[in-house]
């Protein structure tokens, strides 16, 4: 039953971090009410990059979920976004499979609670505001990819 209590405890303090990121809250609340992602624009508190949901799978694996930041995913459209810090610069540039979104892009959210419309966060936010370094980001989807002990030792 503790953990249970934890988890919903876990969702509930990245649910209130992902409402800090908008300055519209109460407007997210009742978008998320009705079933409606909330447009959340970035640049201030992150930074997202796009990529294909299979290979973003496999590169979350690779990094590690000690080490990830949130991501979202929309299983209906094969997307991913990956989190990222406000403060990217070119780290990830020539990283094919990512295309970053310029500070402004508005990235449609469902809660962190629950799943809208196919689109749900794979690597919930904790409440902590970790987000994925986008060197390991680069590395797990740069060529031949970052390897795990897994996959070297198979």
Excluded: N
Excluded at 1 to 14: E, H, K, N, P, V
Excluded at 15 to 42: G, V, Y
């Amino acid at each position: 039953m503790a953990t249970t209590a934890t988890t919903r405890s876990l969702r509930q303090a990245g649910q209130d971090w992902l409402l800090s990121c908008t300055p519209h809250p109460t407007a997210a609340r009742r978008a998320w009410d009705q079933d409606e992602l909330f447009p959340i624009p970035t640049g201030t508190h992150w930074r997202a990059a796009e990529a294909r949901l299979l290979p973003s799978v496999h590169a979350m694996k690779r990094i590690g979920s000690e080490r990830l930041g949130p991501v979202l995913v929309d299983v209906e459209a094969d997307r991913a976004w990956w989190l990222l810090p406000p403060t990217l610069g070119d780290e990830l540039d020539d990283v094919r499979p990512l295309l970053v979104r310029p500070a402004g892009w508005a990235l449609g959210c469902p809660p962190v609670l629950y799943s809208v419309g196919g689109r749900g966060w794979l690597e919930r936010p904790d409440g902590t505001g970790r987000l994925t370094d986008p060197l390991l980001l680069g590395a797990a989807f740069g060529p031949g990819g970052a390897r795990t002990e897994a996959e070297t030792s198979a």
